[in-house]
T-cell receptor, first 114, second 114 residues
Framework: EADIYQTPRYLVIGTGKKITLECSQTMGHDKMYWYQQDPGMELHLIHYSYGVNSTEKGDLSSESTVSRIRTEHFPLTLESARPSHTSQYLC?????????????FGPGTRLTVT | DAKTTQPPSMDCAEGRAANLPCNHSTISGNEYVYWYRQIHSQGPQYIIHGLKNNETNEMASLIITEDRKSSTLILPHATLRDTAVYYCIVRVAYSGGGADGLTFGKGTHLIIQP
């Protein structure tokens, strides 16, 4: 069973508020990812990190930002939440290794901006 | 990454084997076939992956055709808890650089009937 955690699981917040979604993993994985998924729709990669102090934008443009100061921690921040940010945010991690690899996902944070 | 094609939905009776097909006719020689599933509102879960040979683990079996243009995920004794969206993903092996997030399509919604 993968040890990757996300908090909060559900968040309802007003427009203009700053929010941080937490993601942590205890597996020592180098690589971490954030995906966004609207209800009934596909997952899209919005951020990823190869390791400490490394962050990159994913395939889908996002107004959120991420940081990676510690291996186990990969928080996502929205400086000013808007209703268009309403979505589910999924964090994942994988081991940096040659050949094939698998990603482990957290339970997700369901964000609603009113 | 090669594109995959999956049926949008399938039904299977509880206790029977569920066979989920995936076409990936443009797959390259260095691309693996991965299967993930997503149970309603949860984070995706890795199931199995393979390159050329058939693979089996405690969750499922993966059958890849000799020409590698298609594959089948087999859940040998489906239970109600296997109701989920199943994603077939084709991806190159980790190469040490570049965006390596997974590209999720729409998947197959497998419904296990009691």
């Amino acid at each position: 069973e993968a040890d990757i955690y996300q908090t909060p699981r559900y968040l309802v917040i007003g427009t203009g508020k700053k929010i941080t979604l937490e993601c942590s993993q205890t597996m020592g994985h180098d690589k971490m990812y954030w995906y966004q998924q609207d209800p009934g729709m596909e997952l899209h990669l919005i951020h990823y990190s190869y390791g400490v102090n490394s962050t990159e934008k994913g395939d889908l443009s996002s107004e959120s930002t991420v940081s990676r100061i510690r291996t186990e921690h990969f928080p996502l921040t929205l400086e000013s939440a808007r209703p268009s940010h309403t979505s589910q945010y999924l964090c994942a991690s994988s081991l940096r290794a040659g050949g094939a690899y698998e990603q482990y996902f957290g339970p997700g944070t369901r964000l609603t901006v009113t | 990454d090669a594109k995959t094609t999956q049926p949008p939905s399938m039904d299977c009776a509880e206790g029977r084997a569920a066979n989920l097909p995936c076409n990936h006719s443009t797959i390259s020689g260095n691309e693996y076939v991965y299967w993930y599933r997503q149970i309603h509102s949860q984070g995706p879960q890795y199931i199995i992956h393979g390159l050329k040979n058939n693979e089996t683990n405690e969750m499922a079996s993966l059958i890849i055709t000799e020409d590698r243009k298609s594959s089948t995920l087999i859940l040998p004794h489906a239970t109600l808890r296997d109701t989920a969206v199943y994603y077939c993903i084709v991806r190159v092996a980790y190469s040490g650089g570049g965006a390596d997030g997974l590209t999720f399509g729409k998947g197959t919604h497998l419904i296990i009937q009691p």
